[in-house]
């Protein structure tokens, strides 16, 4: 047992979403498996929201995103729930994913899928939703184009990358390749060949921050972790740039995104260079317009662009939207309030909504 002074002290989940875990545990609803880890600060351990045993005091209870949270904070899993393994919607979406990553979109289809997997259409469309945000088609086109970047970095042509990712014909991929590479595929193969991109690493509330900018502005912030993985990152994407360690030629930038990402006002206007489709812009530039501290929803960014069908047009520039804070994805929140995936985790997002309300005040 620990001693008084190294209870944990708990996380930092904003009271509205700490509100919803609860009412998830009182119900012992399935669906949340996955998406959180309740914690009991009286006997030092987490379970899934699911966990059969019996309710804490609400007093008593601590909620975290992840199990790797509630073990830093030293809590030990239950023995009845097992939350350290994977089970629930997260296994199921994991086994689909897989079977998808060996597919082209066209070569599976959706029934047969959840029946190989033992379940029904209907429970594996929810799973994908909880767990990705995405629908089981969408991953697998995002899947796919994934492999087709990685071909084209390998040093494959086009012609061969299109047949060994099953793409029917290239217009196609240049269609949907073109939403989300922001170049045709032509562009995207010279990896960024030619251009210089300067990057700086700074330490701020959500972790460590990158950013990379050419000569005539911004190109790219990362959140993370780890100064490697989101270095690799960069150059992942620009494998052919020459990248490096930035110089304090924009050291002002920095400094302002930094600001930004602690919830504070902007203070001035940062130039972007990005390599975008007409619509990702229309959509980013609209992002830009939402003010701090506030949200909309998906189906509310596709009406302002005049395209109310554009839904998931828009969801799909957010998520691939290079530069976060700067264009605020993270205020863009599902129809009942929830929110969406985001690429450098959803307990982020939850803190920058947080923090830029607070700042409101």
Known sequence: MMNQTNTPTGSNIPPRAAARFWRATVSRDARADGTFVLAVRSTHIYCRPSCPARRPLRRNVVFFRTREEAEKQGFRPCLRCRPNEIAGPI?????????????????????ELAARLGTTSATLRRAFLQVTGLRPRELAETLRLARFKKLLRAGKSIA??????G?????????RSNAQLGMTP???KKGGKNMKIGYSIAKSALGKVLVAATERGVSAVYLGDAEAKLIQELRDEYPRA????AADSFERWVKEIILRVEGKPPRIELPLDLQ???????VWQELQRIPRGATRTYSQVARAL??????RAVARACATNPVSIVV???????EDGSLAGYRWGLSRKEQLLAQEQVGNR
């Open 160 to 165: 061969d990358a299109l047949y060994e990712t």
């Open 242 to 245: 020459e990248i490096s360690p």
């Open 276 to 282: 975008a489709t007409a619509f990702q812009r229309r």
């Open 328 to 334: 605020p994805c993270h205020r863009v929140i599902r």
């Open 306 to 311: 005049g395209n109310p069908k554009a839904v």
């Open 186 to 188: 032509a562009t995207y």
């Open 91 to 111: 296994a199921l979406v994991e086994s689909a994913s897989r079977q998808l990553a060996k597919s082209g979109e066209d070569s599976i289809r959706f029934g």
């Open 167 to 175: 793409y029917g014909s290239s217009s196609r991929v240049y269609e």
